[in-house]
């Protein structure tokens, strides 16, 4: 089984996987992380000098060799995997996706405590971080609906997370 958990950054995928992968003792891979290993780089760094489109399809190249594994996986995406290209679709048919849901607030609350590790939100200024989660969460909010689970993660610890994601799988 593969379990695929998405969400804006800040929604708690990295902390929840690696309690989930823990405690039911599936391999972690978090998606940015092995596309970062494979390319002896950041994805930040990536974008710099090979630019978006580059990095787009070697995230879904990556992503579909990983759903095509037989092993059991706990698969931290990352924010914008789901948007680009069938992504989605190809999430949904081979592994079991969870939408970390979580309010403008508290990703708000959250991104800010690790601004400078943040490239998408550097830029702004503290109190324009907001607007411009709450612009690209309604952009993105189509394609994170289509998860088959919604876990909401305001004000719970990823424990707490983790053992809902456990009910609701039946693991």
Sequence with gaps: MIISLLGYMGSGKSHVSKNLSQKINFKLI???????????????????????????????????EILNSEENIIL????G???????????NQNSKSIFLRASVKTLTDRVLLQKHSR????KFEDEEVPEFIAKHLFERNPYYS????????DSKTANAISEEIIQLLKI
């Design 146 to 153: 289509k998860a088959h689970y919604t876990v909401d993660t």
């Design 76 to 79: 931290s995406l990352g924010g």
């Design 81 to 91: 995997t789901p948007v680009y290209y069938d992504n989605m679709e190809i999430i």
């Design 30 to 64: 978090d998606l940015d992380q092995k596309i970062s290993d494979e390319h002896q780089k950041s994805v930040a760094e990536i974008f710099q000098t090979k630019g978006e489109i580059y990095f787009r399809k070697e995230e879904k190249r990556i992503l579909e």
């Design 119 to 122: 490239p998408l939100i550097s």
